[in-house]
């Protein structure tokens, strides 16, 4: 198997001999370097172009990257491709531009061949990556959010087999696997059956640490809604709280989001 990675203008792999299933053998990993020319074995168009699956001369995996002046059309399995060098490196996978039609290109003798100089291992390469993206509710989580924005009203939907009512609202019944049919109301108060004080903070995370997330049964429904427990002092959060004490929902006071959001967080309700 070869580990593919860049080194200046020139495809630098490591060969690695694979143990069999009985461990007799050792693994071992050097150096080589690959041609540039090799095989196509696959490949699709993307909105950034085509991307192609090259089987580089004398290696045994594909290595996949982009298709450089060719439409899917144009295209065939088994059709040579040589590489195409960035006018200028960058320290990335795209210093490589990607690979081009080469119907001449001949497979190098020897194919992989051992390093002229000594070259470090690559310890780690940084890079920053952002993703944008727009995600749809669908039908039933979608007229959840739209009844809690416009009459704090939280829905469930009734299972016609089981009588289970669940909250979020989902088109199949988790038990029975049958469609849902009913809407119902459920109220804003419930019982609390587990929770937990996060501390560690993570990406996409809305609240700042720490802060108790808890899984709730609503009165009327059959299933945990996820939300947080506030109103108390998080620090005694575990003498606090209890599985089975009741809470209600504290709602927003300012303008709806249509979103879980428009509950602010649940708290114990005095006994």
């Known amino acids: ?17 694979i143990p069999s299933l009985s461990g007799t053998e050792k693994e071992l990993a050097d150096l080589v370097e690959v041609p540039g020319t090799g095989t196509l074995n696959g490949f699709t168009a ?9 089987r580089l001369d004398g290696t045994g995996t594909d290595f996949l990257h982009r298709i450089l002046d060719a439409t899917v059309d144009s295209l065939s399995i088994g059709q040579r491709v040589a590489a195409r060098w960035a ?9 490589l531009a990607g690979f081009e039609p080469a119907e001449s290109a001949p497979a190098e003798d020897g194919a992989v061949k051992a390093l002229v100089t000594e070259t470090e291992p690559l310890a780690e390469r ?8 727009r995600h749809a509710y669908g039908p039933y989580y979608g007229r959840m959010f739209d009844e809690l924005a416009a009459d704090r009203r939280i829905l469930g939907v009734k299972c016609p087999q089981c009588r289970s009512v669940l909250v979020p609202p989902r088109e199949l019944c988790d038990v029975c696997y049958v469609r849902t049919e009913h809407w119902v109301d459920v109220a804003d108060s419930g019982v609390l059956k587990a929770f937990s004080v996060i501390h560690l903070k993570f990406v996409g995370q809305t609240r700042e640490p720490p802060y108790v997330y808890a899984e709730i049964v609503l009165d009327g429904a059959a299933t945990r809604l996820i939300h947080t427990i506030g109103g108390i002092d998080v620090t005694q959060a575990a003498e606090t709280l209890r599985p089975g004490m009741r809470v209600r929902a504290v709602w927003k006071d300012d ?12 708290e114990p309700i005095s006994e």
């Open 46 to 54: 993307t909105c950034g172009g085509v991307l192609g699956l090259v």
């Open 126 to 133: 940084p890079y920053e990556l952002e993703l944008h993206y």
């Open 1 to 17: 198997m070869l580990d593919l990675r860049l080194d200046g203008p020139a495809l630098t792999a490591a060969l690695v001999d």
């Open 255 to 266: 303008k709806p989001t249509g979103t879980l959001e428009d509950i602010l967080h649940f």
């Open 87 to 95: 006018d200028e490196a960058k320290g990335s996978v795209l210093d």
